[in-house]
């Protein structure tokens, strides 16, 4: 099975400054997907970003990057010019593609700006 | 505008009771799921669905069950065999195969 696994409990970073967080995954497969989530205290789930693991360029969306590194099974988010309200718990994913449905999640880590 | 509605938003019964959590989607999307939301666990798979009327458990499918009678409802029971019921449930929907999931805002179930 598939597993997901944020090393970060909780970060913290400076308003305006550039955070990583990171995420590893344990896979067998060569065909997969990868997202980033953001809950805010509203506990609503937004997604972020999307990888494709087939692509080798980095998704960028706006303030948010990741660096997917397939050989070592790493995706990290970075995101630039935080703002206060990227403070939120930040959920990676990984889905097969291998015509699968389930989504497998890590723990999360809570991510807090200072003003 | 499209999206998924869960209800209610916060939900208080009693030790033994049974309690429906509600789950309804208007983005005509084949597949539903249940998530459980624990402090420090991030999101563990309950029950999902590929299509009406079949549903398949997930990693922590004990103490629960779900029908999908129809395409757009989804609806999750907790029952009294569920060990500790507390906690926050999502329910998401993807249109298919190898995609992210949109979720609806959650129901915070307390027991007492």
């Known amino acids: 099975a598939q597993t997901v696994t944020q090393s970060q409990p909780e970060m913290s970073v400076q308003e305006a400054e550039t955070v990583t967080l990171s995420c590893t995954y344990d896979?067998?497969?060569?065909?997969?997907?990868l997202f980033w989530y953001k809950q805010p205290p509203s506990r609503q789930m937004i997604l972020v970003i999307r990888q494709e693991a087939y692509k080798q360029q980095n998704a960028t969306e706006n303030r948010f990057s990741v660096n997917f590194q397939k050989a070592a099974k790493s995706f990290s988010l970075k995101i630039s010019d935080s703002q206060l309200g990227d403070a939120a718990m930040y959920f990676c994913a990984y889905i097969s593609g291998a015509g699968s449905y389930q989504l497998t999640f890590g723990k999360g880590t809570k991510l807090s700006v200072i003003p | 505008d499209g999206g998924i509605t869960q209800s209610p938003k916060y939900l208080f019964r009693k030790e033994g009771q049974n309690v429906t959590l509600s789950c309804e989607q208007n983005l005509n999307h084949d597949a539903m799921y249940w998530y459980r939301q624990d402090p420090g666990q991030g999101l563990r798979l309950i029950y999902y669905?590929?299509?009406?009327?079949?549903?398949q458990k997930g990693d922590i499918a004990e103490g629960y069950s779900v029908s999908r009678e129809k395409k757009e409802s989804f609806p999750l029971t907790v029952t009294s065999a569920q060990k500790n019921p507390t906690a926050f449930y999502l329910c998401a929907s993807t249109p298919g195969l190898n995609t992210e999931a949109f979720f609806g805002q959650g129901t915070r179930l307390t027991v007492v």
């Open positions: 669905s590929q299509i009406v009327n079949d549903f």
């Open positions: 896979t067998s497969e060569s065909d997969y997907y």
